[in-house]
T-cell receptor, first 111, second 118 residues
Framework: GDSVTQMEGPVTLSEEAFLTINCTYT??????LFWYVQYPGEGLQLLLK?????DKGSNKGFEATYRKETTSFHLEKGSVQVSDSAVYFC??????????FGQGTRLTINP | GAVVSQHPSRVICKSGTSVKIECRSL??????MFWYRQFPKQSLMLMAT?????????EQGVEKDKFLINHASLTLSTLTVTSAHPEDSSFYIC??????????????FGEGSRLTVL
């Protein structure tokens, strides 16, 4: 079945460092891909998405490009801030409604 | 963005009792709600999909008699863990999709409810 594999955490970086969180997927066809973020004490929020190959999703300085050839959707940010500390989930849309999530990556940014 | 609220955020109960968790969409009508379970350091696992006014669709391996889901209105879905046991201790998360969200994948998530069964 469809699955999503994320880089294992936790990831700890200093402020202004470059961030990459790897995400690869296994799916039939070309599903839409998502990154969700969960800040402490809050529910998951959609961070960005891409619906077809070579699409780039971006939001709040984060970017991810849908790479069909490598079945990847890595999350990147050029300069992280303390406020980016959260758990990040990569997900794919299976069918019309079902989201399949990766295991989540906890990111901590130190000042 | 749209707001989904879960209640309670934390609950501790004795083994054998039943616990109800509510999920409300506060500013939109949710035709479909989803219930997930999250184990420590693991992914969110979809338990069931509920559509307003109809029976929930459970994922393989999820006991429908154990996890009762009711979606009686467009703004409220409930998950009842019946005869809870320590192995049911987990973090339960709901999400909701508004009428305009169909087929886009955008869901709005509640804050989650942590259940501890003693």
């Amino acid at each position: 079945g469809d699955s999503v594999t994320q880089m294992e955490g936790p990831v700890t970086l200093s402020e202004e460092a470059f961030l990459t969180i790897n995400c690869t997927y296994t799916a039939t066809g070309y599903p839409s891909l998502f990154w969700y973020v969960q800040y402490p004490g809050e529910g998951l929020q959609l961070l960005l998405k891409a619906t077809k190959a070579d699409d780039k999703g971006s939001n709040k300085g984060f970017e991810a490009t849908y790479r069909k050839e490598t079945t990847s959707f890595h999350l990147e940010k050029g300069s992280v801030q303390v406020s980016d500390s959260a758990v990040y989930f990569c997900a794919l849309l299976q069918g019309a409604q079902k989201l399949v999530f990766g295991q989540g990556t906890r990111l901590t940014i130190n000042p | 963005g749209a707001v989904v609220s879960q209640h309670p955020s934390r609950v501790i109960c004795k083994s054998g009792t039943s616990v109800k968790i509510e999920c409300r969409s506060l500013d939109f009508q949710a035709t479909t709600m989803f219930w997930y379970r999250q184990f420590p350091k693991q992914s969110l696992m979809l338990m069931a999909t509920s559509n307003e006014g109809s029976k929930a669709t459970y994922e393989q391996g999820v006991e429908k008699d154990k996890f009762l889901i009711n979606h009686a209105s467009l703004t409220l879905s409930t998950l009842t863990v019946t005869s809870a046991h320590p192995e049911d201790s987990s973090f339960y998360i709901c999400s909701a999709q508004d009428r305009g969200g169909f087929n886009t994948g955008e869901l709005f998530f509640g804050e989650g409810s942590r259940l501890t069964v003693l």
